[in-house]
């Protein structure tokens, strides 16, 4: 398992890391989109590479909302694009040669888990002992700091995808998206479907107790895409890594060469489930709209 470098953040622990490649993957894809942006024209004489590269993405991601979601797919065209691009780019940061670091003084440092626990055995060693052997515990707590020290590794970049947080607030949001979808166009009905008691005019109270699966359903949908994102990202660099270790060239490439396909596979799967979970609430809550009208 990938080990992060970790800060506080208001008095949270957080993946310093992670953030890092976040907030840097993002400044990527929005200086590529600028790059791209400001080659398209109306005129067909300064028709070029970035404006069929920008028309190409677009009609990519517009056929996927409009075959999934239908006529209401415009307006996700502009969520599906950034979830695939973003997923695609933090997942191909993870393959970057980031064991390189190790040829370079400053680059940062992880302690492993022995040197953390020759420090946990030096401090309790400080608290057990008698005032008469104090020189001798903080001799023992002084050793194992610089075990520790000696232990320490070097880190090794990861795509963000490879820690749970990111896929998870992924999904998360992909699944407000979907709630909110059903309830924008089924309004009160839809909302309802959620919970135990319903109230409808002219049927008074009733209860409902197909909740349930809807609730499971709700909760289900996130875990899935957070753990096929997450495990796959990480059996991914795993497999790279082992590969690298094993042999230097030939095949490290070829590995990468997989994993290239794989990062679009992911990304794919993950933007057109998206679809697919936001085309089911719609069509359900458009459903709900006409049957109240018949």
């Given at each position: 398992?990938?080990?992060?470098?970790?800060?506080?953040?208001?008095?949270?622990?957080?993946?310093?890391?992670?953030?890092?490649?976040a907030?840097?993957?993002?400044?990527?894809?929005?200086?590529?989109?600028?790059f791209?942006?400001?080659?398209?024209?109306?005129?067909?004489?300064?028709?070029?590479?970035?404006?069929?590269?920008?028309?190409?993405?677009?009609?990519?991601?517009?056929?996927?909302?409009?075959?999934?979601?239908?006529?209401?797919?415009?307006?996700?065209?502009?969520?599906?694009?950034?979830?695939?691009?973003?997923?695609?780019?933090?997942?191909?940061?993870?393959?970057?040669?980031?064991?390189?670091?190790?040829?370079?003084?400053?680059?940062?440092?992880?302690?492993?888990?022995?040197?953390?626990?020759?420090?946990?055995?030096?401090?309790?060693?400080?608290d057990?002992?008698?005032?008469?052997?104090?020189?001798?515990?903080?001799?023992?707590?002084?050793?194992?700091?610089?075990?520790?020290?000696?232990?320490?590794?070097?880190?090794?970049?990861?795509?963000?995808?490879?820690?749970?947080?990111?896929?998870?607030?992924?999904?998360?949001?992909?699944?407000?998206?979907?709630?909110?979808?059903?309830?924008?166009?089924?309004?009160?009905?839809?909302?309802?479907?959620?919970?135990?008691?319903?109230?409808?005019?002219?049927?008074?109270?009733?209860?409902?107790?197909?909740?349930?699966?809807?609730?499971?359903?709700?909760?289900?949908?996130?875990?899935?895409?957070?753990?096929?994102?997450?495990?796959?990202t990480v059996?991914?660099?795993?497999?790279?890594?082992?590969?690298?270790?094993?042999?230097?060239?030939?095949?490290?490439i070829?590995?990468?060469?997989f994993?290239m396909?794989?990062?679009?596979?992911?990304?794919?799967l993950?933007?057109?489930?998206?679809?697919?979970?936001?085309?089911?609430?719609?069509?359900?809550?458009?459903?709900?709209?006409?049957?109240?009208?018949?």
């Amino acid at each position: 398992m990938t080990q992060h470098i970790t800060g506080e953040i208001l008095g949270q622990s957080v993946h310093i890391d992670t953030l890092y490649y976040a907030w840097g993957s993002m400044a990527v894809i929005l200086a590529v989109a600028i790059f791209l942006s400001a080659g398209l024209s109306n005129d067909p004489e300064k028709y070029g590479a970035r404006q069929l590269i920008s028309e190409s993405l677009y009609s990519f991601f517009r056929s996927l909302a409009s075959e999934q979601i239908g006529k209401r797919g415009e307006k996700y065209i502009a969520l599906i694009g950034s979830i695939f691009i973003f997923i695609l780019v933090n997942y191909y940061a993870g393959l970057l040669p980031w064991k390189m670091g190790e040829f370079f003084p400053w680059w940062p440092k992880l302690p492993s888990e022995h040197g953390h626990e020759a420090t946990a055995h030096a401090e309790h060693a400080v608290d057990a002992h008698t005032a008469a052997v104090t020189e001798t515990a903080h001799a023992a707590h002084s050793a194992g700091e610089s075990i520790a020290s000696h232990a320490a590794h070097i880190w090794h970049g990861a795509s963000t995808c490879a820690d749970i947080n990111v896929p998870a607030a992924l999904a998360i949001l992909v699944v407000v998206v979907y709630f909110f979808s059903g309830a924008m166009i089924g309004g009160w009905k839809y909302v309802q479907m959620f919970l135990p008691i319903n109230y409808n005019k002219g049927k008074g109270i009733s209860l409902n107790l197909m909740c349930l699966i809807e609730i499971m359903d709700l909760a289900i949908r996130p875990l899935t895409l957070t753990l096929r994102l997450f495990a796959n990202t990480v059996a991914g660099e795993t497999l790279l890594a082992t590969f690298i270790g094993l042999v230097a060239l030939v095949l490290p490439i070829v590995v990468l060469g997989f994993e290239m396909f794989v990062g679009v596979l992911q990304a794919f799967l993950f933007t057109i489930l998206t679809c697919v979970y936001v085309g089911g609430a719609v069509q359900h809550a458009e459903h709900l709209v006409h049957g109240d009208h018949h």
